[in-house]
């Protein structure tokens, strides 16, 4: 093992806690995770000694493997030749090289050389085309070149009769001779099962002339000689394909909120309230031996609360700038703290249920339910939904085909797929004939959705029209007519949606993009507007699952944790501002394609900082952007970014945070000392948003010196640049204005006061309490038995997964979870060592103690002592040990330790048998 861990260090791979990224490894007891580059997913292999005992691929969001290997091969992070090596060195003997269109690439070559940086440590073009075509190669071009050996010619059609509706594809592959097959190929099996469904009744899907393949094809053609017709989607659609990584797909990791816990960190003790954590501590009480979390409160007083226990402590996120103090052991104040908060809930709680019933008892419209176009029009969509999206959509579909009015809120960070979930409702509404209108906060973000939603619906009969700034007096006059003549189906406008002279034919569905923005005057002519319409409200903030859960069954919500697919994180870097690696970024960018953020927050030397940029990048096209500009101006140079009329925009923090720009991936963030944490989360936001790697860096004055606490939110930045790494940065200002937006801004007081963890949990108990539900079942039962109890640092290193396992070992509810949690240790961690066992053991023992609703079990002298809350149940269980347990009082029960019990190895299985004796 040593000896493959010092192989992988020497040849570039990087050690880590838990493998997240191609390139790195991480060395666990007798578990060794590796990530070469080249492979689809990473590999555990698992030893015993010096034998490997089994080598399994594994999920990198799961952690848990996937398919069993029989062996692996992997290449060095490093090369061994030196930097002028030509790209063939690498290439085997028979290795063939494939060269599509050899004057485009000669022209692409050339564009880069002339933008590299380092121009002169590049090997020239026809050094490179002769070395390849040097070795075994073939040439595809359109037009024929000159005589280069033996030419293939394949007579090939195009197939531009295909585009258009549906309905002429279904048209001119009937029309088609009966020896010809025709293929259609889907970028993903979700895409083929679905076009399927939309053909399924149609002859030419009968007839097994038709066939689905999996593939990226740009565009389709009509290969004669075969009489094989092959289509891609951009044909059957009508749009452009959008290409996909064939392999590796990186699920996104669900937002969950934020459990890690660092020495130092505020928490909140459900009993004694806001304390310090302070790190684990093994103790030994009397044989029992199992971690501790050290909390500190006022005056230094410290408790030690066991890891078993670990729901009693949550992280602190307060909301409010201002550190709370620690609590007195004890005092009051705590009390009165929770006291405020319950009752203010309580009437939130049931402010919220009074505006449901309201809604319930209105009128609304029953749309139909998915029709051939509404199939036809959910499978053209380019991407695999995620999970969440296919949950949201199901629940608007289902919010719509009832009766009641629809008031729904969609969640979910930029680039979750908000945007496609509600065209789906919009088409639905469409559909069955109603009218929609979308509203958004600003001009630009307005123009970006007419755009998407112009190019979404183009291959259907619907009429989409805009009503802001960018729409001439003439286009106005037009749109409001066919709005109330029924012409124009969808508008997507700013708040002059909602204007007095704007009429609607037949308006069914109101679409609102974060509704916060808009001023009061604007929402009650809304609210007049939507009387009996379903009304769909979506929100770039994204809510935490314990809030979303605690209002289950009073807020119509549906929440977009997952990032969809292949989305990479940003990479990360704090660096001095220097030159040179400003170029080298803004090149590498450039020569991709690709579009840049300079982000400068003091408009008085903007445009000194954006004539340096020019210097160091002479070629690019940059625009400066800030909030003193006149709007107008300020919206035309957004637009100028947004259709990629310029490479760099140099701007203020004004750069709108709902643009979804899939094209610029770089972000320098000047000053990045000046920022606070939620800031910089928000700016790097803006990047990452397609498939390609982004980079983010934070620039720093190069003869400043760093103030401790600035340094510590600058390596936080770094460290947390994972996908849905906003709930770890941001979560005090995300959450909580989060919070404030679906709750209202009163609400964030308590928050403040007991902490938004609990605050959620008593919002929970409140909703339940006055729907008449059961309170949730509590696993609350405190173990005092001989053993040692623990999760060993050699087992799991990483503290925050031992937390995390802590908190989950915590919520496990049947006998079931607990079989799935020992299977992931094992998969994840290797062998238990006995004192996981134990603590599994522990956790099945505390269920068994549940149902006989026991609140304590421990050995005191010869006895076992049971404490208990429910009197009936103790009495069963005492007529179930045939009079062996004794009740003692009105709290405690008795039964007689036989000899030997002290054993560790013995008393859980007879404690055991004392439950389950039946």
């Known amino acids: 093992m040593e000896s493959t861990v010092a192989w992988l260090l020497a040849n570039g791979f990087h050690n880590t806690s ?46 848990r493997s996937l398919s069993n290997l029989s062996e692996i091969s992997m290449s060095s992070m490093r090369s061994y030749r030196k930097g002028d090596a030509y790209l063939t060195d690498y290439f085997e003997t028979d290795d063939c090289t494939l060269l599509v269109e050899m004057g485009a690439i000669d022209l692409q070559g050339r564009e880069y050389l002339k933008r590299s940086a380092e121009f002169e440590k590049c090997h020239g073009l026809r050094d490179v085309i002769k070395r390849l075509t040097e070795q075994r190669c073939l040439l595809l071009n359109a037009l024929g070149p000159g005589d280069l050996g033996r030419v293939y010619r394949f007579k090939t059609e195009s197939v531009d009769r295909f585009h258009g509706s549906m309905e002429q594809v279904r048209s001119e592959i009937a029309a088609l001779p009966e020896t010809h097959e ?17 053909l399924r009744e149609d002859p030419i899907v009968d007839r097994n002339r038709l066939t689905f393949v999996l593939g990226y094809l740009s565009s389709g053609f009509h290969w004669v000689d075969q009489q094989s017709v092959v289509l891609s989607l951009g044909e059957v659609f009508r749009r452009s394909q959008i290409r996909r990584k064939k392999s590796i797909k990186h699920k996104g990791k669900a937002l969950d909120s934020f459990t890690d816990l660092s020495s130092g960190d505020l928490v909140v ?119 969440d999206q296919v949950t949201a959509i199901d629940a608007i579909k289902q919010d719509m085909e009832t009766s009641r009015p629809m008031d729904r809120l969609l969640c979910g960070d930029v680039g979750f797929g908000k945007t496609e979930v509600a065209m789906r409702a919009a088409f639905k509404a469409i559909d069955s004939g109603y009218q ?64 007095k002279d704007v009429k609607f034919s037949n308006l069914g569905l109101v679409i609102i993009d974060e509704e916060q ?188 010196h760093v103030t401790p606490d600035a340094a510590r939110r600058l390596h936080a930045i770094e460290e947390y640049s994972q996908m849905g790494a906003g709930f770890a940065i941001a979560m005090r200002d995300l959450e909580i ?7 209202g801004s009163q609400q964030s007081g308590h928050i403040a006061a007991v902490g938004y963890e609990f605050y959620c949990h008593l919002l929970e108990n409140a909703v339940r309490h006055l729907k008449k539900q059961p309170p949730k079942l509590a696993i609350d039962v405190e173990i005092e038995l001989p053993g040692e ?15 995390d396992c802590y908190r989950r070992l915590t919520r496990l509810e049947t006998f079931e979870d607990i079989e799935v949690m020992r299977q992931e240790l094992i998969d994840r ?90």
């Open 436 to 499: 929609v209108a979308v509203m958004v906060p600003t001009t630009v973000l307005a123009e970006q959705h007419y755009i998407s939603f112009v190019q979404r619906m183009a291959q259907f009969p619907i009429d989409v029209g805009r009503l802001s700034r960018f729409a001439s007096t003439a286009e106005q006059k037009e749109v409001l007519a066919g709005l109330e003549s029924g012409g124009v189906d969808i508008v997507v406008g700013t708040h002059r949606v909602a204007s």
């Open 789 to 803: 109890a623990f999760l060993p640092d050699d087992y799991i290193p990483d503290i925050r997964a031992k937390i």
């Open 18 to 63: 838990a493998v997240q990224l191609p390139g790195e490894f991480s060395h666990r007891g007798g578990i060794l995770d590796i990530y070469s580059p080249e492979w689809e997913s990473p590999v555990r292999i698992e030893l015993w000694d010096d034998e490997i005992e089994s080598i399994r691929q594994f999920d990198l969001v799961s952690q």
């Open 517 to 704: 923005r808009f001023g009061v005057e604007v929402k009650e002519r809304l609210k007049s507007l939507q009387s009996n319409v379903e009304l769909l409200t979506l929100s770039a903030t994204p809510i935490p699952r314990t809030l979303h859960m605690s209002l289950v069954g009073v807020r119509d919500i549906s929440n977009l944790e997952t990032p969809p697919e292949d989305r990479l994180a940003v990479e990360t870097r704090v660096v001095r501002f220097q030159e040179e690696l400003i170029r080298e970024a803004i090149y590498r960018e450039l020569n991709r394609g690709g579009q840049i953020y300079f982000i400068h927050n003091r408009v008085h030397d903007i445009d000194q900082i954006a004539a340096k940029i020019q210097q160091i990048a002479p070629e690019a096209r940059i625009r400066i952007g800030h909030g003193q500009m006149h709007e107008s101006d300020l919206e035309q140079v957004m637009l100028d970014f947004v259709q990629h009329r310029c490479d760099i925009l140099v701007a203020t923090t004004i750069v709108e945070n709902g643009l979804d720009i899939p094209n610029a991936n770089t972000i320098f963030v000047n000053e990045a000392n000046r920022y606070g944490l939620a800031d910089l989360h928000q700016l790097r936001g803006r990047v990452g948003r397609y498939k390609h790697r982004a980079y983010c860096y934070m620039l720093i004055d190069p003869n400043l």
């Open 737 to 743: 204005r989060g919070a404030g937006n679906l709750l």
């Open 182 to 198: 025709v293929a259609i190929a889907c970028t993903t099996a979700a895409e083929a099962e679905r076009l399927f469904e939309v």
């Open 269 to 387: 003790h459900l009993a004694h309230g806001i304390g310090r954590y302070r790190g684990l501590e093994l103790l030994d009480k009397d044989g029992h031996v199992e971690e501790h979390l050290v909390v500190e409160f006022h005056g230094g007083t410290k408790v030690f609360v066991p890891a078993t226990r670990i729901d009693l402590v949550q992280k602190y996120i307060g909301g409010k700038k201002s550190r709370p103090p620690l609590a007195r052991i004890g005092g009051k104040t705590w009390v009165k703290h929770k006291r405020a908060a319950e009752l203010a809930v309580k009437d939130m709680a049931a402010e919220m249920l009074e505006l449901q019933a309201a809604r319930l008892a209105r009128p609304g419209i029953s749309f139909k339910r998915d029709s051939h176009w509404q199939m036809e029009f959910d499978a053209s969509f380019p991407y695999e939904e995620t999970p």
């Open 829 to 918: 961690f290797g062998k238990l060592p006995m004192p996981v066992l134990r603590l599994l053991e522990l956790a099945a023992l505390k269920l068994e103690a549940t149902i006989w609703q026991l609140s304590a079990i421990q050995l005191e002298g010869g006895f076992l002592s049971l404490k208990y809350t429910n009197p009936s149940r103790i009495e069963q269980l005492v007529r179930q040990t045939n009079g062996a347990l004794r009740i003692a009082d009105h709290e405690s029960a008795y039964v007689t330790v036989e000899e030997g019990m002290d054993d560790p190895d013995r008393v859980l299985p007879w404690v055991k048998s004392v439950l389950q004796l039946s």
